[in-house]
């Protein structure tokens, strides 16, 4: 597979991309729209939901409910469905070796995800990634979410690096169709919620089957001697004194 020319930062998704969250998540989404909605939702349907912020999925159903949905409240009973069912959780080891790998071949590197950093803290420990990332972008850190562009403008313009250079890799047509509308290359993961017919449907520049091909692509990038490497003190140890989902220079929304 051909390598990208003068690519400088690398940024990934996380759920579905490095951690195999789709089971719970679907499980928790159909759990709280059947309590406060009394509604079923198929499972095809609740996948695709996937890569949208939390916020977004409370309100999916708006306009198919009379009345106020309690939103709130389902938030909250989300979230604790899926704090009660993290064992379901897993880590993909050789995604989350691709995170590391690049960031020793001296990219710059970030995380780009839906998760609110609520949520993102309960993941954190599990990836264990706090010396590899450079700048994380959470839903927090956005008045737009996926498929809006402001997610990757926001690690772009933290990690100073113009889109022409960066390539965001993902597991849903939100990721690619975030990706693209900043000016980046795109990838997709297939081992993520979203199928690859549709996947494919959304026209990634890099489509990769398995996490060995994943890892074994970032293997085979250039190194970079000063790039990233020269960042290191103002973007990771930053992030790492002021916690998850922080702004780099000690800014939290």
């Known amino acids: 597979m051909e390598k990208p020319a003068s ?47 939390l916020k977004a999925q409370m309100h999916y159903l708006d306009d198919r409910i009379p009345g106020n949905a309690p939103h709130e409240q389902m938030e909250a009973d989300e979230v604790a469905y899926y704090k009660a069912h993290r064992e379901m959780e897993r880590v993909i080891p050789e995604a989350v070796q691709a995170v590391q790998t690049a960031r020793c071949k001296g990219y710059a590197t970030a995380l780009v995800t839906s998760k609110n950093r609520e949520e993102l803290q309960l993941a954190a420990p599990k990836l264990n990634l706090d010396a590899y990332v450079d700048a994380i972008v959470t839903a927090d850190d956005t008045a737009r979410h996926k498929p809006s562009p402001d997610p990757v403008y926001k690690a772009l313009e933290w990690l100073r690096v113009p889109p022409e250079h960066a390539i965001y890799i993902g597991d849903t047509v939100f990721d690619i169709s975030c990706g693209r509308a900043a000016g980046v290359l795109t990838a997709a993961v297939a081992w993520g919620a979203h199928l690859p017919e549709d996947l494919r449907a959304a026209q990634p520049d890099y489509y990769f089957e398995t996490p060995a091909d994943l890892l074994q692509w970032v293997q085979h990038l250039p190194d970079i001697q000063d790039h990233a490497k020269a960042k290191a003190d103002d973007f990771r140890s930053r992030i790492r004194a002021v916690g998850v989902g922080a702004r780099p220079g000690g800014e939290a929304d």
């Open 7 to 53: 690519l400088q930062a690398v940024l990934f998704d996380i759920d579905g991309t490095l951690i195999d969250t789709v089971d719970l998540i679907v499980k928790a989404l159909d759990y709280t729209y059947r309590k406060h909605l009394g509604v079923a939702l198929p499972r095809a349907e609740l996948r695709r939901l996937i890569g949208l912020p």
